[in-house]
Each structure stands twice: as structure tokens, then as C-alpha cells.
């Protein structure tokens, strides 16, 4: 939505608070380690991550003004002996990518990481008490904050070379619009908290399922997310506890994919909004079915298409703005199902405008709009589309003309959108049967309506 930079810490972190108040579904990723390696801990005989936070919050600036060992990394300064300079999260990624993250040890030089983290882990304290889960302290409700390392995000790229930077975005971020562009591409800063950003959009599905740690070390050291981080979080390289070590009794058991308070899965949720707000509404035509029978349809067609969870309660919710509330709907969704759900929906609206433009220009600016939309509100738009002309075309066989009658348009002009509709779709990125089946039956259905006319 926005690339922006000049707050303070504490500004910062006042102003997530309140986004949170406005979106719940808020998941916010923090360039810092969010503690130390276990043994810092118990040395100190914290017994948890908040114990540490606190006491960060009344002596961290002292350790930074100290510069003494542990810590190092100041001019004159040598790498201390310590039981181990990394968090397990660390080893694990040095493994397993290739990536070298710093030790929050080195306060100072080249890549450290150590006095940010430490003046980054007070603030911990107060999301925490503003209602934000900490993964992986926490169980992974939402809003959510999460350690991220942007090179896992960005991948292998000269941040410092603003031609590398320029050839990234139009590499892997084609339809990032010029000004977000232009911003993202600014400074090395700009471009890893930009394009973590959006990698963490593309997994946005996988925070609802995040363990919380389960076993002592990692309830104490925390772990960096990175995609595909859905099993069982325990930090150590090639996965499972350390030997010796065996998994904390009673620890959480994972809960089923897509779960959020209360127990609901996203879908269920969305299904249930759904009913809500179309409650009353039906469908067009001589069936006269309650509504939601069209958005269980189109799930249902999502979902066989290899949609995910997200894509498939957008599919639920997809004529919710557009029909039900326009922008202020829209916000509603937005709030209660996130960013990507809520940008599908708006994808797959024609206008939110009440009253609605004239029908013509509507369908045409609609078309060439998914010409060039991208595959995850395609999938979507596609199984809406299909399912409804498979009704359109069941009622032309059952009624003859009459069935165009129920349209805002004529019967020529209803014509023409399903065939520009398909042809767009033939045209876009989206590969899937579902095309091929949209295709299918508007050729079946000029065909019928050629045979009546």
C-alpha cells in the first residue's frame, strides 16, 4: 500500500498499535533478533522471552554504553569465547540457505545486528501488551509479529546498487505501480522492507498456521520466519530437538491449517460472513436459489482448481463489496479476512460505486482489467465467471430468449461480455482447466442462442 520511512521506534510502534485497532489481521515483520542464544538467558535465570525483554528495557542502554563481553564488535574489540555466539534459528539458516546472519552479540561493524536488537526488544514488551502474539513465543493469532531476516525474502541480490535494486523489481515485481516502484527502489533500506513485505503477502496463508515452539531452547531463543515455516517450530538445523533434549511436555499441539480464534478455520469464517450478507438474496432466473448457492459454487470451483484457503473465502466473499456495501465493505473484509483477501475481492468487482456506472464501459474497463490482473484474482474471477455461464446456458436451453430477460442488458450485449470475458481470460497469465471450460461453454452457449434466434 505504501513504502515510508521517519518514525522513531516509539513512533513506530504506536503506529502499529493503532493500524491493529483498524485491522486485526495485521502480521508485522521486525529486522531484529527478538533475544539471544539460550545460554544468555540462563546464565541471568530468565525463564522466558518477556523476562528477557524486561530486563533488556532496564539495562540494555547500559550494555550498549558498557561495550563489554559478551558483546563485541567496537574498534579493539576481539570475539569473545562464549558457549555459542548463535541462536539455533541462525545455525538453522546457515544450513539449510546459505544465508550468514550476524550474531546479536556484535554491537558494531559490518552487518551487525546487536544494538538494534537490543533497542528493538523493549518495544516487544508493549505489543505484546497491546494485544499482538509473538511468534514464536506465542500461538500465532492475530495481529501477529514476527522475526524476519529480508535476505531469506529478497534473495541474492547487490541492495547496494541501485541498477540491482531497478532490475529486481522489474524481474520479479512487474506490476508493482511506479510510485511504490520508485519508492521500493530508493534505498537498500526501502527495497528489503518493501520486498519482505510482499513476500510475506504471498504467504500470508501460512501465519495462521504457525506452531508456537516446542521445546525449551526455542521458547527461550525465538526463530526467524521464513516461507514454508509450517511444521513444528524447534529451531535446530535439520529440525527436531537437540540430543539430549527432548520436547517440552503438554507443548501446543498444531492447529488445522487456516484456524483463528475461536476455532473457526478462515473459510468458515468467510462462509459464514457470507450467509450473513447475502442473507435474503437471490439468484436470477427461474431457480430462484438463495444466493450463496452461486458463492458455494464458485468455491467449490476455486478449491478443485487448486486454490487455497484465501483464494477460496475470497471466492465466498467475491460479490460482497461489489453488490452489498462498495468501499465500506470492502474495509469490513479487509479487516476481518486480510489484504489478499480483500484485494481478490476487489479484482473480481466490476465497480464499487453506487449508483453503479452505465453497464458498457463498466464491462469493457472490466475486461481489459483482466487482461492484465494477476493469477491469484484470476482463478477466482475465472470460476465466477464459469459458473455463471453455465447458468446462463442451462437457461437458454430451458427457456429460449426469455432467459436474457432477467439481465441488465440485452440479449447481444450479454453475449458479447461472456465471449470478452473469455477471451481475456484465454489471454491473461491464468493457467488452469478452468479457462478451458469457461471457453467451452460460451461456444456452447452462442450456439444456443444462434439455434433460438
Known amino acids: 500500500m505504501r513504502v515510508e520511512a521517519g518514525r522513531s521506534r516509539r513512533e513506530l510502534v504506536d503506529h502499529l498499535i493503532a493500524v491493529a485497532d483498524e485491522a486485526p489481521g495485521l502480521v508485522v515483520g521486525l529486522d531484529f533478533a527478538f ?7 540462563e546464565e541471568r535465570d530468565l525463564g522466558s522471552a518477556r523476562e528477557l525483554w524486561e530486563l533488556v528495557r532496564e539495562e540494555g542502554e547500559g550494555w ?3 561495550r563489554e563481553a559478551p558483546f563485541w564488535g567496537w574498534e579493539g574489540s576481539r570475539k569473545p569465547e562464549v558457549p555459542e555466539h548463535f541462536r539455533r534459528t541462525e545455525a538453522a539458516v ?16 559490518a552487518g551487525a545486528v546487536g544494538t538494534g536488537s537490543v533497542r528493538g526488544m523493549p518495544f516487544l514488551l508493549d505489543l505484546a501488551d497491546a494485544g499482538f502474539s509473538v511468534w514464536p513465543f506465542d500461538a500465532p493469532e492475530l495481529p501477529l509479529v514476527v522475526e524476519i531476516y529480508p535476505r531469506l525474502l529478497t534473495g541474492d541480490v547487490v541492495k547496494s546498487d541501485a541498477g540491482a535494486r531497478a532490475r529486481y523489481l522489474e524481474r520479479e515485481h512487474p506490476g508493482l505501480p511506479g510510485e511504490l516502484r520508485r519508492k521500493t527502489a530508493s534505498s537498500g533500506d526501502a527495497f528489503d522492507a518493501a520486498v519482505s513485505a510482499l513476500a510475506m503477502a504471498r504467504h500470508a496463508a501460512d501465519f495462521r498456521r504457525l506452531p508456537p515452539a ?3 531452547a ?3 531463543e525465538g526463530a526467524i520466519w521464513r516461507p514454508g515455516v509450517t511444521g513444528a517450530v524447534d529451531a535446530a538445523p535439520g529440525g527436531g530437538a537437540p540430543a539430549g533434549e527432548a520436547s517440552a511436555a503438554g507443548a501446543p499441539t498444531v492447529a488445522a491449517p487456516g484456524t483463528r480464534a475461536g476455532g473457526r478455520t478462515l473459510l468458515e469464517e468467510a462462509l459464514l460472513y457470507a450467509c450473513a450478507v447475502h442473507a435474503g438474496q437471490r439468484r436470477k432466473g427461474p431457480c430462484g436459489a438463495p444466493y450463496i448457492s452461486h458463492l458455494l459454487g464458485v468455491c467449490s470451483l476455486v478449491l478443485e482448481a487448486g486454490g487455497d484457503e484465501e483464494q477460496a473465502a475470497a471466492a465466498l466473499l467475491h460479490d460482497a463489496a461489489e453488490d452489498q456495501g462498495g468501499r465500506e465493505r470492502l474495509e469490513e473484509i479487509r479487516a476481518r479476512f486480510g489484504s489478499r483477501v480483500a484485494g481478490i475481492v476487489e479484482a473480481c468487482s466490476d465497480t464499487l460505486e453506487q449508483p453503479k456506472p452505465p453497464w458498457r464501459p463498466r464491462k469493457e474497463a472490466y475486461v481489459e482489467h483482466l487482461r492484465r490482473g494477476g493469477s491469484d484474482a484470476l482463478l477466482v474471477a475465472c470460476a465466477d ?6 447458468a446462463t446456458l442451462r437457461d437458454v436451453r430451458r427457456q429460449g430468449d426469455e432467459a436474457f430477460e432477467r439481465f441488465n442488458a440485452s440479449r447481444e450485449e450479454t453475449l458479447w461480455y461472456h465471449r470478452a470475458v473469455a ?3 484465454v489471454e491473461s497469465e491464468l493457467e488452469s482447466w478452468l479457462v478451458d471450460q469457461l471457453a467451452r461453454v460460451v461456444f456452447q452457449l ?3 442462442a444462434e439455434g433460438i434466434g
Open 385 to 390: 465467471k464459469l459458473h455463471n455461464a453455465r
Open 214 to 216: 516446542r521445546d525449551r
Open 64 to 66: 550498549l554504553e558498557a
Open 218 to 220: 526455542s521458547r527461550l
Open 35 to 41: 533475544s539471544f542464544p539460550a545460554w544468555f538467558l
Open 94 to 109: 546457515r544450513e539449510e540457505t546459505g544465508a550468514s546472519p550476524r550474531s546479536v552479540l556484535q554491537l558494531l561493524g
Open 423 to 425: 477471451n481475456a481470460l
Open 446 to 448: 452462442e450456439a444456443a
